[in-house]
């Protein structure tokens, strides 16, 4: 087992920055590939990022690319989201997720935290 932990989530206006925290316990975070999703009111979930095990792989969904970053620190067993010039259409709730394989799709991702929201206003 796994266990999530999301933070950072808030408030902040069109064009700022937040950075969402993933802090992991039980199992070596090390041998999961980490990713975030999000999900907006009345939309599924969709897939925003995912980094590889040692973190030099990363994807990231079109929507999100040039502005987000993720990133991995596998001796601390967290992971971030660093997001910038953020849009109200980002306005979703966010979670971090663990998993064996490297994808898009949520349904390959076996453990999940809590969700963080992010609220963007215009």
């Known amino acids: 087992q796994v266990q999530l932990v999301e933070s950072g989530g808030g408030l902040v206006q069109a064009g700022g920055s937040l950075r969402l925290s993933c802090a992991a316990s039980?199992?070596?975070?090390?041998?999961?590939?980490a990713g975030w999703f999000r999900q907006a009111p009345g939309k599924e979930r969709e897939f925003v990022a995912y980094i590889g095990l040692s973190g030099g792989l990363t994807r990231y969904a079109d929507s999100v690319k040039g502005r987000f970053a993720i990133s991995r620190d596998n001796a601390k067993n967290t992971m971030s989201l660093q997001m910038n010039s953020l849009k109200p259409e980002d306005t979703a709730v966010y979670y971090c997720?663990?998993?064996?394989?490297?994808?898009?799709?949520?349904?390959?991702?076996?453990?999940w935290g809590q969700g963080t929201q992010v609220t963007v206003s215009s």
């Open positions: 997720a663990a998993g064996l394989l490297r994808s898009r799709g949520s349904a390959d991702y076996n453990y």
């Open positions: 039980g199992r070596t975070f090390s041998s999961y590939v």
